[in-house]
């Protein structure tokens, strides 16, 4: 199930907001031990609608965020806490929020935009204590391994098969590029990059909850 909010902005959002509208998703949940030491079920997009300006990002039309999960319970409490405490911060406020069901989709490869960039890291198996992951871009083969084994290993967390299904970047894209972020002084690379997933409807549906790749709850890897 998915949560799509539409948000008014009263000023300048700063570029390195996701902290913020990761804070405002545990807010509204309340405190879960499960949701913040577990591997995220759910994914959260990027602000979407803003332009880029003086002090940070304009939102003059409004901004509209997606909030994606595969326990429908999950959010049923987040509009709970939206209705409660609809400031974000950031004079980010909720000013209207639509439920919306996963699509019907078929067995096979299903094709996705995706609402935010796909971070994929990489930390060799050689690699000592300290040493930092790599960032694999969607040019780099061993990525769609990785966004693979990530999403197998939702699916088992979830209780459902992983059987047969694949994740791979388009790479015949041609609009395909890279996106620069920081979160908590860590500046991370990512993809912005449709992605391909193969397997049952049952899966594709999965994808299209929990997103792909590394960090969908803070912000990456949400399908469209």
């Known amino acids: 199930m ?6 008014t902005a009263s000023q300048a959002v700063p570029f390195d907001h996701l902290a913020a509208l990761k804070g405002a998703f545990h807010r509204w949940l309340g405190h879960n031990e499960e949701l913040h030491d577990g591997l995220s ?38 509009v709970g806490g939206v209705i409660r405490e609809p400031d974000l911060g950031l004079g980010l406020t909720v000013r209207d929020a639509r439920l919306t069901q996963p ?10 935009r995706v609402l935010s960039p796909v971070f994929v890291k990489y930390l060799a198996p050689e690699a000592k204590l300290g040493d930092t992951a790599d960032h694999l871009l969607y040019d ?9 084994a990530t999403l197998q290993r939702k699916l088992r967390q979830a209780g459902l098969s ?11 894209y041609a609009g395909a590029k890279t996106k620069l972020f920081r979160y908590k002084q860590v500046q991370c690379r990512a993809s912005q990059c449709p992605v391909i997933v193969t397997g ?21 890897g949400a399908l469209e």
């Open 2 to 7: 998915r949560l799509q909010l539409y948000l």
């Open 41 to 78: 079920l759910y994914s959260l997009s990027w602000l979407r609608g803003g332009r880029a300006g003086r002090g940070g990002l304009w939102y003059r039309e409004g901004a509209y965020w997606s909030i994606s999960a595969h326990d429908p319970q999950l959010i049923h409490t987040l």
């Open 103 to 112: 699509p019907q989709f078929q067995d096979g490869e299903q094709w996705f």
């Open 140 to 148: 780099n083969p061993r990525a769609d391994e990785l966004l693979t």
């Open 162 to 172: 992983d059987a047969g299904v694949s994740v791979r970047f388009d790479r015949a």
């Open 200 to 220: 049952t409807a049952e899966q594709i549906r999965f994808a299209w909850c929990v997103g792909v790749g590394h960090s969908t709850g803070l912000g990456c």
